[in-house]
């Protein structure tokens, strides 16, 4: 019998016993999620042009509507069990879904790469300090081969460094506060009541990029809410999904706000945006150690959740075919994630941005109607793993996906300082209208066909889905 080529075991829905993940848990892993020093740039941005309090609100609502995002796409793990790339078969086909799966998961490898290199050169530069030897490229081996062992060793061990990592992170983040905000003071700046006049950039623009910035992990948060534990046999959407909304919700506007309001006041401060490199200048002894264990935590518990998970699973699903595992594929991900020379890349961070965002913020106006407006919630799950089943399409793609999606985002790159606000609401109308009007009437689908049964509901109805491997 010739090998079903869409199951690996990676890939397959999470059953009840590998839910392991509280909502404090969650809510850790997204603390560590949030702390990217890229964000300090994203503040620094925006206060030459506004108050302290409006580039924070801009922030603070961004991240509140992605976190809503977030939430809503997270159910798709929590109801289901499903990984991003495995669910995206629906919309996109069981051929098709490689095309905007491989572009996240490429995407993420790039993300790991900056990270890990910020991570890299603080390293090196406080180890030079302390004994003498510089080099960043031995630290940026070193670093990533931890995180990838990190990773590789599975979820459970993820979520044990963040319970380490999250707190650890925040004390330290508020220090380093507290120590920006007395540089600025002794530069005769009051941070509060300070007002930029320049017109380089504006509130809307400041939000839409910060939305920009979590569109990636917005649509894949289902890769690691799939782990989460979740009440059965529970009907209410809010009470069943309590351990997904309410870390989003808590943990992501607070956290990037904080962090966006500590790059702002370093760059009042000193002219430069990373309060990290600031403190390096004038830190001595154990304060060194402090920000190396900033640097550490924050870009490692970033990576091993928002980035090489993500990636890692997508090229499981890529990789069916030939049995890839998850293991190997975290590795290929650290590869790629080099190979792209994410040092150069950095250079041109906000452009990286801006593209990556728009093509992601048309995935998930598709994901969204897909799941919510035209599924219910209701998912033929064991079809997703059939190569004749109803998601094969027109030889494995959907083309109304296909078609809503490249749309969208080309407009959303042409209007790329509101890449969200364009592709998001664009795609979600193209899709409904070309799934109702034309695809539905020739690929009809058993969930919406039944009228929405509750055999095709997961956890809420207490079933779980079992694929044999």
Known sequence: ???????????????????????????????????????????????????????????????????????????????????????????FGTVGVHIPALIRGIVACIWFGIQTYLGATAINYIVADLTGFESWFVWYVVFAAVQIVNTAIGIKAIDRFAVIAAP????????????????????????????????????????????????????????????????????????????NYIPHLLALPTVQTFIGIIGAVSFLATGNWNPIEVVQQIATGWVMVMILLLVILAQWSTNTASNLI???????????????????????????????????????????????????????????CDYYILRKRRLHVKDLYRQDGQFTFNGGVNLAGMIAWLISSVLAIVFIDY???????????????????????????????????????????????????
């Open 1 to 91: 019998m010739k090998r079903n080529t869409l199951i690996t075991k990676d890939i397959v829905p999470t059953l009840r016993r590998e839910r392991i993940i509280t909502g404090l848990g969650f809510f850790n892993i997204w603390v560590g999620m949030a702390v990217i020093i890229a964000t300090f740039q994203i503040g620094a941005n925006g206060i030459e042009s506004m108050t302290l309090w409006q580039l924070a609100g801009a922030i603070f609502v961004a991240n509140v509507l992605i976190a809503i995002v977030a939430s809503l796409t997270g159910d798709i793990g929590i109801e289901h069990g499903l990984s991003f790339a495995a669910y995206l078969r629906a919309p």
């Open 168 to 243: 650890s992170i925040i004390l330290i983040s508020i220090w380093i506060f507290v120590k920006i905000t007395s540089i600025a003071t002794e530069e005769g700046l009051n941070i509060f009541t300070y007002e930029g006049s320049s017109a380089e950039t504006t509130w809307l623009l400041i939000m839409a990029a910060n939305m920009g910035f979590w569109s990636l992990l917005a649509v894949d948060i289902p890769n690691i809410t799939r782990y989460v534990k979740t009440p059965v046999n529970e009907r209410n959407w809010f009470r069943c999904n309590k351990n």
């Open 310 to 368: 993500p990636a890692s699973l997508t090229f499981v699903n890529a990789g069916a075919s030939i049995n890839l595992s998850y293991t190997w594929g975290v590795i290929l991900a650290g590869v790629v994630g080099t190979l792209f020379q994410p040092w150069i890349i950095l250079e041109q961070l906000f452009r990286f941005l801006g593209y990556s965002g728009a093509i992601m913020s048309a995935v998930a106006g598709v994901i969204i």
């Open 419 to 469: 890449m969200y606000f364009v592709g998001f609401p664009l795609s979600a109308i193209i899709y409904y209208v070309l799934m109702k009007q034309w695809y539905l009437k020739k690929f009809p689908q058993k969930e919406i066909e039944s009228n929405y049964a509750d055999e095709y509901l997961g956890t809420s109805v207490n079933r779980e889905w079992k694929i044999s491997v």
